[in-house]
């Protein structure tokens, strides 16, 4: 399994950046994919997750209405348009999936991207 996020940068508040994450190794269209970030001295939390089929994308309360997932199966990528960043939204942003066998959960991270949003 590998995950590859681009797209982070800096950004002024209010602004906007689409973060990128493509996979491989795996069979991407059939395994849920989300966004974590961590701040400077914080614990990484869950930003966005969608589901391999159906259902609904969540988000975190702190981007609702700001940011939207996406995913495009036939590229194996999915994406995180971020709109009103704010200085809190400053982190380290990280690609996941994970998948379950014998009972045992396994997590897999990208490299991550950092979004600095600053004036």
């Known amino acids: 399994v590998q995950l590859v996020e681009s797209g982070g940068g800096l950004v002024q508040p209010g602004g906007s950046l689409r973060l990128s994450c493509t996979a491989s190794?795996?069979?991407?269209?059939?395994?849920?994919m989300s966004w974590y970030r961590q701040a400077p001295g914080k614990e990484r939390e869950l930003v966005a997750g969608?589901?391999?089929?159906?259902?609904?994308?969540e988000y975190a309360d702190s981007v609702k209405g700001r940011f939207t997932m996406s995913r495009d199966n036939a590229k194996n990528t999915v994406y995180l348009q971020m709109n009103s960043l704010k200085p809190e939204d400053t982190a380290v942003y990280y690609c996941?999936?994970?998948?379950?066998?014998?009972?045992?959960?396994?997590?897999?991270w990208g490299q991550g991207t950092q979004v600095t949003v600053s004036a």
């Open positions: 969608v589901p391999s089929v159906g259902g609904s994308t």
């Open positions: 996941n999936t994970f998948r379950v066998r014998m009972g045992i959960k396994r997590d897999y």
């Open positions: 190794g795996f069979t991407f269209s059939t395994y849920v």
